[in-house]
Structure formats: C-alpha cells, structure tokens
C-alpha cells in the first residue's frame, strides 16, 4: 500500500510525571516554561507538541543539544515511550490504537532501532547477533544464518561471523548493530547517535558506508544527532530540537540559509556552505538573468541544478562569465554569476 508519508507524527507531547495532563493543559493555556513546568507540577517536558512528516525512503535528521528531546521523541515512533497526548502513525498504522501482541509483532517486521551503545549480546556470536531478528520472529536456523551471512557482506564483515563482540573494534561492533537492525528488512530504521561513541575517522568512514547502504536500500531512517556536520552530511532533511520543541524543519540547504531564529542560527554558524548550498538555490532565473545580461553564450560552463557551491567557485576562478544551470533533461533553467557566488559566501560568514 502506498502512503505519501512512512511516518507522521502529529501533535506528540511527552511530559514525565504524575501530573502530566494538568501539565499540558496548564502549558497551552499559559505557555508556561519548561522551568516552570518543574517548579509548579514536578514534571519534565520531554517533548512539547512536536509534528512531523517523514516520507517513504528519506533519512531524518533529528538534532540538538543533550536534554533537547530527540532521543525520546524517536522512541515514541516505535512506542518505546507513551505520548501524554499526540497521534504516531507509522506506514499508515495507527500505532497507538495497537494491542501489545500486535505491537510487538509490528516492531519486529517493520521497525528496527541502532543504539549508540551497540547493545550486542557478549554470548551470542556474530553470526547469531545478527540473527537475533529473525531468530524471535521464527524463521528457520538455516535461513537465518543465510540471511545474516548475507548481511554481514553488506557492512563489509564478512568472515568476522564466529568472531565475539569484544574480539571486535568499536566501529566493528557498530557495524554489528547495523546488519542485526537491516537482517529483518525492516521498512523504518531508528538510529540513535549510532556513531557518535566512535573516534572521528571510523564515525566518517561508517557515516559513508551508511549512506551508501541507505540509496542502495531504499530504508526509511530516522537518525539521532547532536553534530549538526553529520546531520547536514547525510540528512534529506533535518529537524532541529531545544527543550522539546521542534524549533525547524528543511533540508540542510534551507536550515544553513534561512535559520528560522537565533539559536538555529548559531548552530549554523560554523558550518561551511560549500558542500551544502547547492546550485538551485542560488541561481538567477535564466529568463531573469537574460533580460537583465543578454543571453548566455552557448559556450557557458554548464552544472546541474544540484552541483555544490564549491564546484561552482572552483569554476569561477578560470572564467569570469556566468555558469549555466541545467534541469535533469539537459535544459538550461538559470544562470549564476561571480557575484552570486561571492554574495552567498559573504552572507554565510559568521560574524561578531
């Protein structure tokens, strides 16, 4: 069944204590702060009314700060944690209407989680950690381990299968909680700061291995971060998080360009557009450019729509005529100058 969305979640409020609902209701008619929430009620905002529309194959960033809520938010997809008040619909099942059984056997065919912490079992090999998914499901020993064998090639580990967890690396190990998660073929994957715990060059080295698996593999992810360089890495989009509250949602194009506000903007602020700003955001019109220019020669250095803003500098260091832009069919749909390119550098420079 086709949905537009594989993951909608509407209205989500997580706030931890016995007073939970007069919390809520007391923060909409109020708009009391997090603080105040604790000092009136005894309760912590996990989430406050978060909305999201995640589509089928996409990766999601969700990033912030340690304590922001991210984390709790993603284990309300797969119903590790009740919302106080909200609606999560995954794969156009409501799953908050789902009885244990059902839930239960929803998590283990449609959604599973990579934990920051690896969550191997010490006395389980490789091989059977792998399994594990499809070992609780039922499937037959033989298929299993066909299936895992499988899957291990896929994170580059094979012949590592009758290896042990501690006889591997961390970013080995991690590699480990990545097929466990991919060997059930799940639709949803839910990553939690999968690589964070790893030293920078195994996280960049996994970061691209992930991405490469994730095109190939058409997955639906929901990816946990606090590095806004890793979310703007690999994100199609990118939700940013403080104290609950989904502050903005875009693609990291959008979020590096239009901060929504203050705090996104510091975020940014360190972040170099040339591998993120992307041609089409930048270009003028090509009807635009024509009336204001003449037309562009025929012989103008051509990029796609989605060419990074460092190739187009890099172009324009050996010629100072505009660059021109080209659709997916080869046709020309606006142009880019040295001064669009030197104007989008400037106002990406953090300033004090």
């Not at 537009?4 to 209205?11: Q, R, V």
Request: glycine share 6%; proline share 4%.
């Amino acid at each position: 069944m086709s949905q537009e969305y594989a993951i909608e979640i509407a209205g989500v409020w997580k706030v931890f204590g016995d007073k939970a609902k007069q919390a809520v209701a007391d923060i909409r008619e109020n708009n009391l702060s997090k603080k105040a929430v604790h000092e009136k009620y005894d309760c912590v905002v996990g989430v406050a009314d978060a909305n999201m529309q995640i589509k089928p194959g996409e990766i999601f960033c969700v990033m912030g700060l340690s304590g922001s809520g991210k984390s709790t938010l993603v284990r309300h997809i797969n119903r590790l944690l009740e919302p106080t008040e909200g609606s999560v619909i995954v794969n156009g099942e409501d799953i908050m209407s789902m009885a244990p059984p059902a839930l239960r056997t929803f998590r283990n065919e449609h959604i599973a989680m990579v934990f920051q912490n690896f969550a191997l079992m010490p006395h389980r090999s490789v091989l059977d950690n792998v399994a594990l998914p499809l070992e609780i499901r039922g499937v037959s020993k033989n298929k299993r381990m066909d299936v895992a064998e499988r899957t291990l090639e896929l994170v580059e580990l094979n012949g590592w299968g009758n290896k042990y967890a501690h006889e591997l690396s961390g970013g080995m190990q991690q590699r480990v909680g990545l097929a466990r998660a991919l060997a059930a073929d799940p639709e949803i994957l839910l990553m939690d700061e999968p690589f964070s715990a790893l030293d920078p060059l195994i996280r960049r080295q996994l970061q691209t291995e992930f991405m490469a698996l994730a095109a190939n593999m058409n997955k639906t992810t929901v990816f946990i971060t606090h590095d806004l360089d890793e979310a703007v890495r690999i994100g199609d989009r990118i939700a940013i998080m403080r104290d609950g509250i989904v502050v903005q949602t875009g693609t990291p194009e959008e979020i590096v360009m239009h901060p929504a506000d203050e705090y996104v903007a510091d975020f940014v602020a360190g972040i170099s557009r040339l591998k993120v700003v992307r041609a089409h955001a930048i270009m003028q019109p090509l009807r635009e450019f024509e009336s204001q220019n003449g037309q562009l020669s025929s012989d103008a250095l051509e990029f796609p729509e989605n060419a990074h803003l460092g190739d187009l500098i890099s172009a324009a260091i050996s010629t100072e005529e505009a660059a021109a832009i080209i659709n997916d069919a080869g046709d020309r749909i606006g142009a880019v100058t040295r001064s669009d390119l030197l104007r989008t550098v400037i106002e990406g420079t953090e300033t004090s």
